[in-house]
């Protein structure tokens, strides 16, 4: 309370206020923490999206190892964001307890961690931190390798496998689309005949006889003519002698 409203009590010209406890603090800074933590989310979310972007771009690149150190800082971010979410759950329901005065410690300790984990948010906020994993040079390089290096240290067995799955996912999506086969048609082929075909009679006999007539006969009558043209000869030799 003011100096003046302290005067005005010891006067007793008006009432003391109600009293705050450990109890109202530590509400006011979990709910000073909670609105800070939903602040946070909306603004990470625009850094984890541009993680998977540079994953993406990573692989199209041909380099996995940068693509799976994005991924792993992204996993590593989206993990811290629940804990603290869950912590500050936890929090909450100690804070209205009716044994707070038990808890206090305890309850005091965890504003203490959740104050630290936010601390640890705000750093992970920078999207110029998140674009030097795409920085190509020798200090570049060396970066990204110390933060694989340390994500890797803080990440349990499952949280590994996760990233990896989220990197094979990643890849499928980047091969390209093979079109369908499409179905073929069947092939429509004419009806077997029920009857069998007539087969035609060969004309060969008469037309050999017919050929065989005309060249024969224009051959006989010229050797009918040789014979009696030599017969007549021979008479007119004979009468000579």
């Known amino acids: 309370m003011g100096y003046f409203q302290a005067a005005m009590v010891r006067m007793g010209m008006a009432q003391p206020g109600p009293k705050i406890t450990a109890q109202d603090r530590a509400i006011l800074d979990l709910k000073l923490q909670r609105d800070k ?31 799976l150190t994005a991924l792993r800082q992204r996993k590593y971010q989206e993990q811290l964001l629940a804990k603290t979410d869950a912590q500050l759950m936890t929090l909450q329901e100690l804070v209205s307890t009716i044994e707070f005065t038990q808890i206090q410690n305890t309850v005091m300790h965890g504003l203490e961690m959740g104050a630290d984990v936010l601390k640890q948010l705000h750093a992970e906020m920078s999207l110029e931190k998140v674009e030097r994993l795409m920085d190509q040079t020798r200090e570049g390089v060396e970066y990204q390798r110390e933060i ?43 009806d077997v005949p029920v009857e069998e075909p007539t087969t035609a009679q060969p004309a060969t006999e008469g037309k050999l006889s017919s050929n065989w007539s005309h060249n024969v006969e224009p051959n006989l009558s010229v050797f009918v003519y040789t014979e009696r043209r030599a017969e ?3 008479e007119r030799v004979a009468m000579a002698a």
């Open 37 to 67: 933590m939903k602040q946070y989310q909306k603004r990470l979310q625009v850094v984890l999206n541009r993680e998977q972007e540079i994953a993406k771009e990573a692989l199209k690149a041909g380099n996995k190892t940068r693509a």
């Open 232 to 234: 007549r000869k021979e």
């Open 148 to 190: 694989d290096e340390a994500l890797m240290s803080q990440m349990s067995p499952e949280e590994e496998e996760a990233v990896q799955a989220e990197l094979e996912q990643l890849q499928r999506e980047a091969l390209p689309t093979i079109p369908a086969v499409p179905d073929q048609q069947p092939v429509s082929l004419p």
